[in-house]
């Protein structure tokens, strides 16, 4: 069977779904057919746009300065996407050129998006940016960033009202350019003409039982990642992904990826990767996994939007997965093993560690720790305090020997292995060969011998998912012999470009935005 003769057989599946519910289709891990041209189009366009994070408004705003017609479709009441959860820094980690991104991700990234995306990002992006007015501010300094080649979203607001100031300004832009935004609005399924090109989108708004369908020349997928849809986590991650917390929206189901793979794309990428951090566990179902509740949370006081993460502590940093060589607590499993180098430049590399817990059972991990290094760590008291009013169970004990008991009877966490692992980490470092235990330790040598001792049970979650949508410099999303499929563009990271090694959400999907929109203009 033909690409053709598929989509056709495939849109029969799928003919128009008539009093459609809002959230259809938000959980499937499955393709998404593609819908039949309709008899009548509700609305045309030139482009519709489907996701309202800054990939997508980037794309509308290149798109608008060209004076096409824009459509930008957005499931949220709210646009920025996933950037509500980061430090609001628009940075390639720092990198100037390929060789320096290159050098920082091993060359484990894709070769040619790679060299687009850092070329592209230090020489048209960020200054296109500026020169359409949109407010990013040079950042200052501070460890593990080059205050001269990354910036801040804004002009120096505190909290989220930098990133609201950035989004503002893009959506604006946008909207005085003959953009529209439609905000509430779920694309469904892409929509294909009689010989199976892409040709737009069926979409319905909430609160109305039937969808609508837009006609457009090009459609661009800045849909996000896959992190809240459990079952994909599942089958990308393993058994223990679902298991894995969401730091995005509540939409961020592979809606886009599934959709495009509806019409013969093909996936790429590292699935069993992403990008995250370490949280508490507690039984309270988190607001990521609430549409109602995270809608709330994001209409909220934009200088703080402290509701986005309620239910989900963090951890204090006496593990530090963001700068390795200021951790001075271990990690162990349930078996009572350690099972990476804390401290290492390599295994412990933003975001590795995070990785290496979803692979352990429950994927869950005990930072282990004793009182100095509880007082090393400024503010990991009042961390750890606020974690068990949350309803974590973190344990605390004076000696070794209760300290293990305790974690065994609450957590199942061996004992025995636990106090080996202790006294051998000990001794190694006594001995100065801590490098050579099974699992070395590469630096950081803190002993584990004052009490009380602390055993803070964490879990991963992920804010940027690394497999999707195979495309190509031009954004193009990709077919299975690595064709342009007609009229479809992706960017990340909806689309796949980065593998183990962080470097760079918000840039990235910006840039190939911008990538898609400049194409289309052409």
Request: charged content about 20%; proline content about 4%; glycine content about 12%.
């Amino acid at each position: 069977m033909n690409r053709r003769e598929f989509l056709k057989k495939a849109s029969l599946g799928a003919a128009v779904i008539a009093s459609s519910g809002f959230l259809v289709g938000c959980n499937t891990t499955e393709s998404i057919a593609p819908a039949p041209t309709p008899e009548e189009w509700d609305q045309e366009t030139d482009v519709v746009v489907v996701g309202g994070g800054n990939g997508g408004l980037s794309a509308v705003a290149a798109l608008c300065e060209a004076g096409k017609k824009v459509i930008l479709c957005e499931i949220s009441a709210h646009l920025g996407g996933g950037s509500v959860y980061s430090g609001g820094i628009m940075h390639a980690w720092s990198c100037k050129d390929i060789e320096e991104y290159q050098a920082h991700t091993e060359g484990l990234h894709d070769p040619i998006l790679s060299k687009t995306f850092i070329e592209t990002f230090r020489q048209k992006y960020i200054p296109w940016l500026q020169n359409i007015g949109i407010p990013i501010t040079q950042m200052g300094g501070g460890p593990g960033f080059n205050a001269e080649v990354n910036y801040m979203l804004g002009s120096g607001e505190q909290g989220f009202l930098k990133h609201k100031a950035y989004f503002d300004a893009l959506k604006d832009f946008c909207e005085n350019n003959g953009g529209t935004i439609m905000t509430q609005t779920r694309v469904l399924r892409l929509v294909i003409d009689e010989v199976g090109k892409v040709c737009g989108v069926q979409a319905i708004k909430k609160g109305e039982s039937n969808s609508i369908f837009i006609k457009a020349g090009a459609v661009i997928l800045a849909t996000g990642g896959y992190q809240s849809n459990k079952g994909l986590m599942a089958k990308a991650l393993g058994p223990n992904g679902d298991r894995v917390y969401n730091m995005g929206t509540p939409y961020n189901t592979g809606a886009g990826m599934l959709m495009a793979q509806g019409v013969g794309a093909m996936t790429t990428g590292s699935f069993s990767t992403f990008s995250g951090t370490l949280n508490g566990i507690v039984s309270t179902l988190p607001t990521e996994d609430d549409p109602e509740a995270w809608e709330k949370a994001r209409g909220g006081d934009p200088a703080s939007l402290s509701g986005i993460a309620a239910g989900r502590p963090g951890v204090p940093m006496l593990v530090n997965y963001l700068f390795p060589d200021q951790t001075v607590a271990i990690l162990v499993n349930l078996q009572g093993k350690r099972f990476v180098d804390e401290v290492s430049p390599i295994d412990a590399k933003y975001a590795r560690i995070p990785q290496e817990v979803v692979k352990q059972r429950r994927a869950m991990a005990f930072i282990i720790a004793d009182k100095a290094m509880i007082e090393q760590v400024g503010g990991a008291e009042t961390v750890i305090n606020l974690y068990i009013e949350q309803g974590g169970k973190v344990v605390i004990e004076e000696s070794l020997e209760a300290f293990a008991t305790k974690l065994q009877e609450i957590h199942g966490l061996y004992k025995g292995a636990l106090l080996r692992t202790i006294k051998e980490y000990n001794e190694a470092i006594d001995d100065n060969i801590a490098d050579s235990l099974d699992v070395p330790r590469s630096g950081g040598y803190y002993k584990l011998e004052q009490g009380p001792f602390y055993g803070i049970p964490v879990t991963s979650n992920a804010y940027h998912t690394f497999g999707g949508l195979a495309i190509n410099e031009n954004a193009q999303v990709l077919d299975l012999n690595r064709e342009p499929i007609a009229n479809l563009y992706a960017c990340p990271p909806c689309a796949a470009m980065f593998r183990e090694v962080y470097a760079g959400g918000i840039a990235s999907a910006g840039t190939f935005g911008y990538i898609a929109g400049k194409h289309i203009a052409k």
